[in-house]
């Protein structure tokens, strides 16, 4: 099917097409038709299966129909929860645009703030930012909202998993009542659809994956293996394998940063990106990871929100994560817009809760795989047996006497003193309807081996693997951004 036939101009179709979007993905497919009839939508899509263009394409039409934004004002404003995540969207948005002549800037903290002021000068099409900033720019009269028509919420539950819910409401008190809004969301747990009900008129839902869902074309394996061996155990993986362009997560920002020494150590020229690292330090980091003169790049849960390099054929989780969902964002970073891709974890004893936690989360077992010379002496215990999750009854929408308007709805009652969801602790997980809910305290690993007994005999494992690249051309802008 091509772009033309969900509405988008031929221009904008034959633009998409000359740099190898031949088809949209089913995100596109359903997200941009929706849009452009001018409502409200919800979507939930997992990261990379093309949302950012299921967005700004059709932004993109409606905001070339209108008037150029005027001084100091943004048509259309996407907030995104993290600094590389704006420079990302600010990216495609403005590739996508360049036919029709659309503007877009990126602000975000950790850099001067200054050049971007002048940027905003001339008045922006799609201003994409990150919450603080964007307020502190707006304190600063760089910017206004007279004219705004669209919001976006890009990412929405890291967006809340981050704290951000003071500041979004911020923002939605000085923005003006009609507009339309989008909201994505890799996940929709409650507090995430409350955030929506506060926020949007009868949103269309859509769902093209079912929640928490891993991508199928990620092949999933783990390792189990003591705690202390893993940094030799990655050493040895990622040259036997000769793996270059590996993402490897870790738990921590000082795990992250004494596993990058080892690797320079080893002679796998590595660098990190997390929170404590300067945004010059963060840029640098992440494109010389793409342009390959770095081989590892290892990143903390959060710094990786977001990352889109392409064609990345590998994902290592060097520890697991504590929050199950993130176990989803990570492997999201392999297996992009259809290609495939490989997402291993190396898993210690005491990591078996988070184990239990992310498969349940994900509805399977995870493959595993012994690594001979590397056989644990504290095993893994046996994984739990895959309880189905609960599904809760959606609650009732209760009609709204004060919703936010849409374009061509009526009513409104948006003001900062609205009701919008409670704020969550940074990092606090964040369970949807998991049967095996247990509070945050619960889910540290346990001190001791756990009761149930470890496996007899190794799976049949202990294959020789081959990385697993792309079977999917890539578009040239792919091509170019991950060369
Ligand atoms: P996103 O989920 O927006 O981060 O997109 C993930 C990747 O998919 C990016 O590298 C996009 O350039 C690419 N992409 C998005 N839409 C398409 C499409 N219709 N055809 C091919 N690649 C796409």
């Given at each position: 099917?091509?772009?033309?036939?969900l509405?988008?101009?031929?221009?904008l179709?034959?633009?998409?097409?000359?740099n190898?979007?031949?088809?949209?993905?089913?995100?596109?497919?359903k997200?941009?038709p929706?849009?452009?009839?001018?409502?409200?939508?919800?979507?939930a899509?997992?990261?990379?299966t093309?949302?950012?263009a299921a967005?700004?394409?059709?932004?993109?039409?409606?905001?070339?129909?209108?008037q150029?934004?005027?001084?100091?004002q943004a048509?259309?404003?996407?907030?995104?929860?993290?600094?590389?995540l704006?420079?990302?969207?600010?990216?495609?948005?403005?590739?996508?645009?360049q036919?029709?002549?659309?503007?877009s800037?990126?602000?975000?903290?950790?850099v001067?703030?200054?050049?971007q002021?002048?940027?905003?000068?001339g008045?922006v099409?799609?201003?994409?930012?990150t919450?603080g900033?964007?307020?502190?720019l707006h304190?600063?009269?760089?910017?206004?909202?007279?004219?705004?028509?669209?919001?976006v919420?890009?990412e929405a539950?890291?967006?809340?998993?981050?704290?951000f819910?003071?500041d979004?409401?911020?923002i939605?008190?000085l923005l003006?009542?009609k507009?339309q809004?989008?909201?994505?969301?890799?996940t929709?747990?409650?507090?995430?659809?409350?955030?929506?009900r506060?926020?949007?008129?009868?949103?269309?839902?859509?769902?093209?994956?079912?929640?928490?869902?891993?991508?199928k074309?990620?092949k999933q394996?783990?390792i189990p293996a003591?705690?202390?061996a893993?940094?030799?155990?990655?050493?040895?993986?990622?040259?036997?394998h000769?793996?270059?362009?590996?993402?490897?997560?870790?738990r921590t920002?000082?795990?992250?940063?004494?596993?990058?020494k080892?690797l320079?150590?080893?002679?796998i020229?590595?660098?990190?990106?997390?929170?404590?690292?300067?945004q010059?330090?963060?840029m640098?980091?992440?494109a010389?990871f793409?342009?390959?003169?770095?081989?590892?790049?290892?990143?903390?849960?959060?710094?990786a929100?977001?990352?889109?390099?392409?064609?990345?054929p590998?994902?290592?989780n060097?520890?697991?994560?504590?929050?199950?969902?993130?176990?989803?964002?990570r492997?999201?970073?392999?297996g992009?817009?259809e290609?495939?891709?490989?997402a291993?974890?190396?898993?210690?004893?005491?990591?078996?809760?988070?184990?239990?936690?992310?498969?349940?989360?994900?509805?399977?077992?995870?493959?595993?795989?012994?690594?001979?010379?590397?056989e644990?002496?504290?095993e893994?215990?046996?994984?739990?047996?895959?309880?189905?999750?609960k599904?809760?009854?959606?609650?009732k929408?209760?009609?709204?006497?004060?919703?936010v308007?849409?374009?061509t709805g009526?009513s409104?009652?948006?003001?900062?003193?609205?009701?919008l969801?409670?704020?969550r602790?940074?990092?606090?997980?964040n369970?949807?309807?998991?049967?095996n809910?247990?509070?945050?305290s619960?889910q540290?690993?346990?001190?001791?081996?756990?009761a149930?007994?470890?496996?007899?005999?190794?799976?049949?494992?202990?294959k020789q693997?081959?990385?697993n690249?792309?079977?999917?051309?890539?578009?040239p802008?792919?091509?170019?951004?991950?060369?």
């Amino acid at each position: 099917m091509p772009f033309s036939q969900l509405g988008l101009s031929q221009t904008l179709n034959d633009h998409l097409v000359a740099n190898g979007y031949a088809t949209p993905t089913p995100i596109q497919a359903k997200a941009i038709p929706a849009i452009l009839s001018g409502r409200d939508v919800m979507a939930a899509a997992q990261t990379g299966t093309g949302k950012t263009a299921a967005f700004s394409l059709p932004m993109i039409q409606m905001l070339a129909k209108g008037q150029k934004a005027k001084n100091n004002q943004a048509r259309a404003l996407v907030l995104t929860p993290t600094r590389e995540l704006a420079a990302q969207v600010h990216d495609n948005a403005h590739r996508y645009g360049q036919p029709l002549g659309i503007r877009s800037e990126a602000v975000y903290g950790g850099v001067k703030i200054n050049p971007q002021m002048q940027r905003l000068r001339g008045g922006v099409d799609i201003l994409v930012a990150t919450p603080g900033r964007l307020l502190d720019l707006h304190q600063q009269n760089a910017i206004s909202f007279d004219d705004l028509e669209i919001l976006v919420l890009d990412e929405a539950d890291r967006m809340l998993d981050m704290g951000f819910i003071h500041d979004l409401k911020k923002i939605m008190a000085l923005l003006p009542k009609k507009r339309q809004n989008l909201m994505f969301s890799a996940t929709f747990a409650d507090h995430i659809r409350d955030l929506a009900r506060s926020l949007m008129h009868n949103p269309e839902q859509i769902d093209v994956t079912p929640p928490n869902s891993t991508a199928k074309n990620v092949k999933q394996w783990l390792i189990p293996a003591d705690k202390k061996a893993k940094p030799k155990l990655l050493i040895h993986l990622i040259k036997q394998h000769n793996w270059y362009q590996v993402l490897v997560f870790s738990r921590t920002k000082h795990g992250a940063n004494k596993l990058v020494k080892l690797l320079d150590t080893a002679g796998i020229n590595a660098a990190a990106i997390h929170g404590n690292k300067s945004q010059a330090a963060r840029m640098k980091a992440l494109a010389n990871f793409k342009d390959k003169s770095i081989q590892v790049l290892v990143a903390t849960d959060i710094a990786a929100r977001g990352l889109d390099i392409s064609q990345l054929p590998i994902v290592i989780n060097i520890d697991l994560p504590n929050v199950a969902e993130d176990y989803v964002h990570r492997i999201g970073r392999t297996g992009r817009a259809e290609q495939t891709g490989e997402a291993l974890s190396l898993v210690s004893a005491d990591e078996i809760e988070y184990l239990n936690d992310i498969e349940q989360l994900i509805q399977k077992h995870i493959e595993r795989e012994y690594e001979p010379g590397f056989e644990p002496s504290h095993e893994v215990p046996f994984s739990k047996p895959i309880r189905p999750l609960k599904t809760k009854r959606p609650k009732k929408n209760k009609p709204k006497t004060g919703n936010v308007d849409n374009r061509t709805g009526t009513s409104n009652n948006d003001s900062s003193n609205q009701k919008l969801a409670p704020r969550r602790k940074p990092n606090k997980p964040n369970r949807t309807n998991n049967s095996n809910t247990k509070s945050a305290s619960d889910q540290r690993p346990a001190n001791k081996p756990s009761a149930n007994k470890p496996r007899q005999g190794k799976p049949s494992g202990q294959k020789q693997r081959s990385s697993n690249t792309s079977n999917k051309a890539l578009s040239p802008w792919d091509k170019r951004s991950s060369s």
